[in-house]
């Protein structure tokens, strides 16, 4: 035992204290949006009538939701994948500073990203309106997670040899790259996709800026109804979101658990010399 | 054999992020170059007493949270490294992580949950002579929304980096004589640092640059974010906006340039 | 099967970027139908060669590869016909070992029914036919380097190259897939190139080796003349041990003197000891099975290995003559 009783006895306190902070909160919001009112507390009753009326008004804005995420999932599969393989490919200095690059709009403030759009792009008729300004503003922040998870699973993979393997039995680029390289790195973009669709769910920041009052999402209407809506309806529209979220949450733990139980080598680990 | 090739391939992202981000920025860094009142909008923003208040007060609230965070991270993460078997530690595994995926309005609504009007707290100080304690619509507020967002990322970080610790080490330090204090400030701590400095840097870049939460609790806190977004939305003051963005866009991006050097990846929604 | 091919490598050189020199211009020419085996240490630029000559690197500037009378110098791997068995096999894990074989047909529009025939009679040359559904996962090491080479045979190649075929399997499964392998590579009359570091492997497998070392071609030729032969002190300690000392051979013994005397430690002939030679001590024994090994100790302090047969019966602090057969 290296560590000190007293030391594990502040470490549970403090964990199970964060623990609290963090999920109770959650907890509270769920209650409010089932309880019949929340003013009298759980004694009133639960009932599914909150939910009922998000429903009623902002179902628009949960189908807009899932559409952007899943049209910004298409186009960062059709351009990441791609990408994340001339990545694995190239190791220099020019590659690497292309993922940096990548890297930028994650790492830059959502506002600043919206601004550079709008200031940029909002002025060509018809798209400013559509929905697509909003998916391109998806787009932009949740590529360079797709392509970090695809590139990890290709290089896990060691598909650099496999692609030379290929090579030498006269595949030529696109045969190698839809028979060997895509079906090998499926882990690495599948990871990605659950990441690129909870990111684009729940995203906020940018969309605020981007959207219209006919192009809402569902973070959208989350802040409309905090600024205005009864906080019952506001819990419950906060408890339809988290529903959301979960189902896509389980799956890159299980993905993320079901990578680590497997082998660590490589089917074509090189020997040692 | 010719890599030249598969230039091809990189090249729809490429153009994807070359003309909706790279350009963009470029414009808006020019657009923050233009003048209003006869002078650049990056002079008038570097010359004024209030967007420089403005950045003070974003500056020691995210200081202050990640510094909170950190103190509050270091025990936990350690806890989760030195017991990595027990019943429950999927579920509260769980618990700490999965606020990672929340938005910043939704983590503004739950400290207004916490410590709002209506809140929690409130309605647990009802008793107290100044009446029920509320604080989510100030700095108060944020400063709790900075903690509850970047809790699970430091969490996360921080105890990876225990795992890795070779426990080798402590009991080197052990059959040396080291106790439990001497033990965690000569081995434990200089192993923990570079993860600490990484995990705070992302810490203090994302509460930066926070929107969201500081939107949900009130359009009036004096944060960067929503001096910008004020100067957009309800004083059309293009330039200035464009200025302010591209100031605090340069900021977050090198504290998060030291983050990932010394931490490694790590994602998350944004806040 | 068409005719086998000639290779001809002229002033092959291989620089890196950063200015190393994996390969010094060299020259070699391997007959048709020929199985050369490429033996170096790691590092002597055996693998980077046979990269050159699929076509996975560009050699340097005013280097030619001949593959008969073609000139393929300017020639993709994807267009070159050259079977390859990789180092780690690299054999697709989305692929059943069937399919992996196939593949090579696939991508030259071969139609479906007539691949999968083709490919079992691959896998049926390497007696591998019912691991055909298998994944390659649930094969072991030695399946798996036989659907390697099953996969490179499939597409007919002109050429076929083995990068150390057998290294990644242990010691006993690649003693007995050795001698396998060198009867099916002489019957499949395929121009062959074997990169191995292991000597064993080298005289087994190829009809002639050739011997590297930093980039450069020590010495060609069969097992037999390098062995006895060897050009440099390089080939000879490569090939077998090669022990070194200073002395003078009077007739057939060992004798004080100040010559370099090379030999390899079988050649000892160890007896009593005589009124003129060295007197040598054992400074230890170590029985091997099939023979026994002793560390001579001379009087002037130089030490060697000699090797005995098997019932050898000196021990340890015995004072023995030492002379040399065939010398």
Redesign the interface.
Do not use: C, D, K, N
């Given at each position: 035992m290296n560590h000190s009783r007293i030391d594990t006895r502040i470490g549970t306190a403090i964990t199970l204290a964060v623990a609290a902070f963090l999920i109770g909160p959650v907890i509270l919001s769920v209650l409010a949006g089932l309880t019949k009112n929340y003013f009298v507390g759980l004694s009133s009753g639960l009932t599914l009538r909150w939910i009922g009326e998000v429903w009623a008004l902002y179902a628009e804005t949960i189908w807009r939701s899932f559409a952007v995420a899943l049209a910004t999932l298409a186009i960062c599969v059709v351009t990441g994948v791609p990408m994340a393989w001339v990545l694995t490919l190239h190791r220099g200095r020019l590659a690497r500073a292309m993922e940096e690059l990548l890297t930028l709009p994650v790492a830059v403030p959502g506002l600043a990203s919206a601004l550079a759009l709008i200031v940029s792009w909002g002025t060509v008729s018809g798209l400013r309106g559509s929905i697509w300004f909003i998916v391109i503003g998806h787009v932009l922040f949740t590529l360079p997670f797709m392509v970090r998870a695809a590139g990890a699973s290709m290089t896990h993979a060691d598909l650099t040899t496999l692609n030379e393997a290929a090579a030498t039995l006269g595949a030529g680029r696109i045969a190698r790259f839809l028979h060997i390289v895509v079906p090998n790195a499926m882990p690495g973009i599948v990871t990605g996709a659950l990441t690129v669709l909870t990111l684009s769910i729940g995203e906020f920041n940018l969309t605020w800026l981007l959207h219209t009052p006919l192009t809402k999402t569902l973070p959208v209407g989350l802040a409309d109804a905090y600024a205005s809506a009864r906080l019952e309806i506001a819990s419950a529209y906060t408890l339809v979101f988290l529903l959301m979220l979960i189902p896509l949450l389980v799956g890159l733990q299980w993905l993320a658990a079901r990578g680590d139980r497997r082998a660590p080598l490589p089917v074509n680990q090189k020997p040692r010399p | 054999?010719?890599?030249r090739?598969?230039?091809w391939?990189?090249a729809?992202?490429?153009v994807?992020?070359i003309a909706?981000?790279?350009?963009?920025?470029v414009?808006?860094a020019i657009?923050g170059a233009e003048s209003r009142n006869g002078q650049s909008a990056y002079l008038t923003v570097l010359g004024s007493e209030q967007y420089w208040m403005s950045l003070l007060n974003t500056v020691v609230l995210s200081l202050a949270a990640t510094l909170a965070t950190l103190l509050?991270?270091l025990?936990?993460g350690?806890?989760?490294a030195?017991h990595p078997r027990f019943p429950g530690r999927r579920v509260?595994m769980?618990?700490?992580t999965?606020?990672l995926?929340?938005?910043?309005?939704?983590v503004?609504?739950?400290?207004?949950?916490?410590s709002g009007r209506?809140g929690?707290i409130a309605n647990l100080t009802q008793w107290l002579p100044d009446g029920p304690l509320v604080f989510a619509y100030g700095m108060g507020g944020l400063f709790l929304g900075y903690?509850?967002f970047s809790?699970?990322r430091c969490?996360g970080v921080i105890s990876a980096a225990a795992e890795h610790i070779d426990?080798a080490l402590?009991?080197a330090a052990?059959t040396l004589g080291a106790g439990?204090w001497r033990?965690?400030i000569d081995v434990e701590l200089p192993a923990l640092t570079p993860a600490l400095i990484g995990a705070g840097a992302m810490s203090f870049?994302t509460s930066?640059?926070?929107?969201?939460t500081a939107?949900?609790l009130a359009t009036q806190i004096d944060v960067l974010?929503i001096t910008?977004?004020n100067e957009?939305t309800n004083y059309a003051n293009?330039p200035v906006?464009?200025a302010l963005?591209?100031v605090?866009?340069l900021v977050?991006?090198a504290v998060?340039?030291v983050a990932h050097s010394l931490a490694g990846?790590g994602?998350g929604?944004?806040? | 099967m068409t005719e086998p091919v000639a290779i001809k490598l002229t002033q092959c050189g291989k620089t890196w970027p950063d200015g190393t020199r994996a390969l010094h211009p060299l020259d070699l020419e391997v007959s048709g139908g020929e199985i050369l085996a490429l033996l170096g240490p790691s590092g002597c630029g055996k693998t980077t060669l046979l990269r050159i000559i699929c076509g996975l690197e560009q050699a340097d500037a005013g280097a030619r590869v001949c593959f008969g009378h073609e000139d393929v110098t300017a020639q993709t791997p994807e267009a070159r016909g050259v079977g390859v068995v990789f180092q780690s096999y690299a054999l697709f894990p989305n692929m059943t070992a069937l399919q992996n074989v196939a593949y090579g047909l696939r991508v030259r529009k071969i139609p479906a029914a007539q691949r999968e025939q083709r490919a079992r009679d691959m896998l049926r040359l390497v007696r591998l036919e019912e691991f055909a559904e298998r994944r390659i996962d649930q094969l072991s090491g030695g399946q798996r380097q036989r659907v390697a080479l099953a996969r490179a045979l499939a597409i007919e190649p002109r050429v076929l190259l083995l990068d150390e075929p057998l290294t990644a399997l242990d010691a006993k499964l690649r003693e007995h897939l050795r001698v396998e392998l060198a009867q099916m590579l002489r019957g499949l009359h395929i121009t062959t190139i074997i990169v191995t570091h292991d000597q064993d492997e080298a005289m087994i497998l190829g009809d002639r080796i050739a011997v590297m070392s930093e980039g450069n071609l020590e010495q060609i030729g069969t097992a037999e003349s390098l062995y006895r032969a060897p050009a440099t002190d390089f080939v000879g300690d490569f090939l077998g041990t090669l022990c070194r000392v200073r002395a003078r051979l009077s007739g057939s013994v060992l004798a004080p003197g100040s010559e370099s005397i090379t030999f390899r430690p079988h050649e000892c002939v160890l007896s009593q000891p005589g009124s003129q030679g060295h007197t040598a001590t054992i400074l230890a024994r170590f029985f091997l099975g099939s023979s026994v090994r002793y560390e001579i100790g001379l009087e002037d302090g130089q030490r060697f290995s000699a090797l005995a047969p098997p019932d050898s019966r000196y021990t340890t602090g015995d004072l023995v003559s030492i002379s040399l057969a065939h010398h």
């Open positions: - | 054999m010719a890599r090739g598969w230039l391939f990189a729809p992202a490429a994807l992020f909706f981000w790279l350009l963009p920025m414009g808006l657009i509050l991270a025990p936990v350690r806890f989760l030195w509260l769980s618990m700490l999965f606020p995926a929340f938005p910043g309005v939704v503004g609504f739950l400290v207004i949950l916490l209506q929690l903690l509850y809790l699970p969490i426990p402590l009991e052990r439990a033990r965690f870049a930066m640059g926070a929107f969201g939107f949900t974010p910008i977004y957009f293009i906006a464009a963005s591209i605090l866009g977050t991006w998060l340039y990846g994602g929604a944004g806040a | -």
